[in-house]
């Protein structure tokens, strides 16, 4: 089965610093990989999606990006952080038909 | 995209049955519906998926009617642990005709809130 691995649990960083936020995903192979955030006491809301390497589709603009280097891997960024970037942040991952998403623990970002 | 819309919030008692609607008036023909659970500080967990008539696992029961403009979870006999978040979530990127390909989007979900 699918296994999710996401990095750190918690993180507080200053408005303006940059970020990386790594998830990596085991037990399967092609996957469509996913970046969700959750804002205190709201939904999920869908930030990138990826169906194969190097392929990127972005739901929200603003100061977000991510990338998909290798076929397990999924990288969320920003070069400088605001304040409402603020949230719980959801790696998740799909593999094959009629498969449902697999959620990874979360990073709890908090922006100072 | 097949839009879904859900109660805000739910409230039941312990032992009671408890079923949450959730509306999707625009599903497409080859669309799958699926159902989470989340509970604080975690990611959603899979509870589970049907295209038509019913479906039942060990914790729950789906209902979709003929036209398949609804579904409806069920959950028998609920306790305090089963107070979370319910989301559905119409569509399937793999198939083809799908009105959420490539993507999958929660609607604002359910809070269940079960008491003593």
């Known amino acids: 089965s699918q296994t999710i691995h996401q990095w750190p649990a918690t993180l507080v960083q200053p408005v303006g610093s940059p970020l990386s936020l790594e998830c990596t995903v085991e037990g399967t192979s092609n996957p469509n990989l996913y970046w969700y955030r959750q804002a205190a006491g709201r939904g999920l809301q869908l930030l990138f999606y990826?169906?194969?390497?190097?392929?990127i589709s972005s739901e929200v603009p603003q100061n977000l990006s991510a990338s998909r280097p290798q076929d397990r891997q999924f990288i969320l960024s920003s070069k400088k952080l605001l304040l409402s970037d603020s949230g719980f942040y959801l790696c998740a991952c799909k593999q094959g038909l009629l498969s449902p998403l697999h959620f990874g623990n979360g990073t709890r970002l908090t922006v100072t | 995209l097949a839009k879904t819309t859900q109660p805000i919030s739910m409230d039941s008692y312990e032992g009671q049955e408890v079923n949450i609607t959730c509306s999707h008036n625009?599903?497409?023909?080859?669309?799958?519906i699926t159902w989470y659970q989340q509970f604080p500080s975690q990611g959603p967990r899979f509870i589970i998926q049907?295209?038509?008539t019913k479906v039942t696992n060990e914790v729950a029961s789906l209902f979709i009617p003929a036209d398949r403009k609804s579904s409806t979870l069920s959950l028998p006999r609920v306790s305090l642990s089963d107070t979370a978040v319910y989301y559905c979530l119409v569509g399937d990127p793999e198939r083809p005709g799908s009105s959420n390909t490539g993507k999958l989007i929660f609607g604002q979900g359910t809070t269940l809130q079960v008491k003593p």
């Open positions: 625009n599903i497409a023909t080859n669309d799958y």
């Open positions: 990826s169906v194969g390497i190097g392929q």
């Open positions: 049907g295209y038509k």
